[in-house]
């Protein structure tokens, strides 16, 4: 460990943005991943020019330093593998600008997801990227991430809202990027390099984004299939049948028996489930779409198909999907839900293929996966429910990994669909992108010369996410 | 690093458990200490790390770290809104006992008693968990067992019970902040106080530009529980030229500190108080929320909003 210049840190920022405790430091060093490890220190900066100071000493002193919003990241993307300054960006929360005529907002990168649709509801817009951890998740995680959720599907992920934003770059220096304007093509579109960036290239500080209109009318509807296979492609002739869903989520059989054992939803117990919506300002289409779907889930034998506008029915038909993530860890007693395998995205045709290969491999490896997500964008979410205290179990958790980003490749799909990459999907993201590493390295170094922004990630990843970092569970050897 | 689960007698049951806690961090919108401080070492989820920390001998037992694990309210939101089932406040408790018996006692949220007690004893019976004891001499509290509710605060008669380390729930912050709100908005007319268990207000950490908030008619303050109202904090806005005040608890068997029927008491004296001196008490409400009914307490508070338009402001 470097040794930190506190004193200088805290005449930035303030003692009371400060904190080098252990007991403090050690729960920076989690996020929602299996990993852990220490900062050196925590600071909370609460303006630009604050944060400027920071990087300027950090860049002096060759010290990482390692941007955090919410922490609700799934990969370790803000777990400091190689140690660090860990910028709390929470304290630059301000919502700046709301402005109607132009149809943007403009947020410093702490603003909270939900609180930006708060203050924007009461206008009648919203803004559309918004994951399932927008209650606690900030704009600039969300940025660094290239979150998207589950009305992505028809309104697309953070790179496609976000207009504009100014960075702090490594050496200190501010740079605006992107416009304020729905179109640019000044030149290269550094803002939407960022996205996606992970905090490897540098510091957002505020963000220009672009918000919707809520619609008037939210036609929810529901499908239970009894093969995962048959609600798959069902997935896939919604998407090619020039449907527009506002939303198009998958849950199979473990997450549904998951929601049953932690909620009072009564849930039928079906192989798979799917929840469609469509919205719009005119009733007669978003009836259309309905329609449209119901007789496209009716084809690949879907059942108890039913649709409502009422608020509380859409409300109820959700609450199981919004409540799964935590709720895989009721599935059994004696399993842990890990966020591992957690995302991916494949080709519509290959969605029903991908849910069958998830639950073959993870027999064969003797744990269990959970197939679901916001199927209508491409993107599945898998979890690994394993008992975590047993080695054997991470080692198949290896394998079974390895198996299903090996099939994903090979039916042209990605790595990430939108939890990123961080640590624990790092040996997939290299071999998928194995022809352009060599330029992402460069494009890094022109960034970052002294790699000091959360180094040790993406490409930079370590080899084996088991040993990459402390495990956040006990494992006996 | 040495596993030191065989030290911790009451926590190793939930090793298991505490994998269970997916760290999702959804528990952040639930807990009033984060909102007030914004460090996630206050949230619920800092203290399953702490404990798992703890256990595992990644961190050690420190000032602290007990700090933490004696730092809770215990309004159990967090718990009540865990999708994993993560039963936190069991957890943190039998923390608390752990690190008491290594002689490691917080101070974080536990009341503690000043030299100005005067021996009364009202604090030991008015403690709903049995938290306060008299030994012969003086007053000890058993801080595995406060949760921090305050009802000891509001009963001591000469004001020696404490909570230190209140996280923005005192008396005087609460009344400065109404004062400023007051103050400071043209169109302002009531203080709202909310235990933290019948109102939800999402996270709401970010700051709104004053073109968003300068015409707001009432400010909502969460008072933890509704057995911590007393008369001069609920009186205070009035000072300040609100119209009314509206005090939001739980419905009659939800209070875990039995604070709802103080509140009800409190408040209806002071509705007396004003009838008595012809100010029309339809100016203080009390209102039972259900954990977490944003749209009925929403209702409440534009229907009370309405009330106080016609009646307009005390002369």
Partial sequence: ?477 | MENKIKEFKNLEKWQGTLANCIRCGYCFEHCPMFKHTGWESDAPRAKIITAFGLISGEVEPSESAADKMFSCFYCKRCEAACSSGVPLTEIFTDARKDLVEMGLEGPGTTSITKLNCARCLICVGACPHEARSYDGKNIATDPAKCQACGICLEVCPAGAAKIENDFGTGRDELIERASTFLNTHESSKAIIFACNWSYFPELQASVLPDSETRDNNYEILVNMCGGRLEPQLLMAPFLHNAWGIMAAVCPDDDCQHEGNQRAKKIVENLRNTFKSIDIDPERIQLVQIPAGDKTLFQAEIDTFVVKLNKMGPIR
């Fill in chain 1, 1 to 477: 460990m470097k040794p930190i210049d506190v004193t200088r840190l805290k005449e930035i920022v303030g003692e009371r943005n400060i904190k080098t405790d252990p007991s403090d430091l050690y729960v920076y060093g989690s996020d929602s991943s299996v990993h852990h490890a220490m900062p050196w220190a925590i600071v909370k900066p609460e303006n630009t020019s604050q944060v400027q100071e920071i990087m300027r000493y950090a860049n002096e002193e060759i010290i990482p330093v390692i941007a955090r919003g919410g922490g609700s990241g799934m990969c370790g993307q803000t777990v400091p593998i190689q140690g660090g300054i860990m910028l709390d960006m929470k304290g630059m929360n301000k919502i700046l600008e709301i402005n109607l005529a132009d149809v943007y907002c403009r947020v410093e990168p702490g603003v909270v997801d939900d609180d930006l649709n708060l203050a924007l509801k009461k206008y009648g817009v919203f803004y559309p990227p918004t994951p399932a951890s927008s209650r606690i998740a900030t704009i600039g995680g969300e940025i660094a991430n290239n979150a998207s959720g589950v009305r992505s599907v028809k309104y697309g992920a953070t790179r496609d809202a976000v207009l504009g934003m100014k960075v702090v770059l490594p050496n200190g220096d501010l740079v605006s990027l992107g416009a304020h304007t729905r179109v640019e093509a000044s030149g290269y579109q550094l803002h939407k390099l960022i996205v996606g960036s992970e905090g490897t290239l540098g510091i957002v500080v505020e963000a220009t984004l672009s918000f919707v209109p809520i619609p008037e009318f939210r036609c929810m509807g529901v499908a239970n299939f009894d093969a995962l296979k048959d609600a798959g492609e069902a997935i896939g002739s919604i998407m090619s049948s020039g449907s527009i869903p506002s939303m198009l989520e998958l849950v199979d059989s473990v997450a549904i028996k998951a929601v049953n054992k932690t909620m009072d939803l009564g849930l039928k117990e079906v192989a798979a489930a799917l929840i469609f919506e469509a919205d719009g300002m005119v009733k007669e289409a978003v009836d259309y779409e309905i329609d449209k779907m119901k007789k496209i889930c009716e084809k690949h034998n879907g059942q108890d198909i039913h649709a409502s506008y009422d608020p509380k029915e859409r409300a109820k038909i959700f609450m199981g999907r919004k409540k799964l993530f935590p709720a895989l860890s009721k599935y059994d007693d004696n399993l842990a839900s890990t966020s591992l395998a957690d995302d991916m995205a494949v080709p519509y045709s290959k969605m029903a293929e991908l849910a069958g290969k998830v639950h073959e491999i993870a027999a064969r490896n003797n744990i269990v996966m959970t197939a679901y997500g916001h199927c209508g964008s491409g993107c599945m979410h898998t979890k690994i429910l394993m008992d975590t205290k047993r080695k054997d179990q991470w080692d198949s958790a290896k394998k079974a990994i390895t198996e299903v980003y090996e099939y994903v490749r090979s039916v042209n799909g990605t790595t990430s669909a939108e939890h990123g990459i961080g640590l624990s999907k790092a040996e997939s993201f290299k071999i998928e992108k194995s022809d352009s590493l060599n330029l992402l390295a460069g494009i890094k170094k022109a960034f970052d010369p002294n790699n000091i922004l959360n180094p040790g990630k993406l490409a930079q990843a370590p080899e084996d996410w088991v040993t990459a970092t402390n495990l956040r569970y006990s494992v006996n050897s």
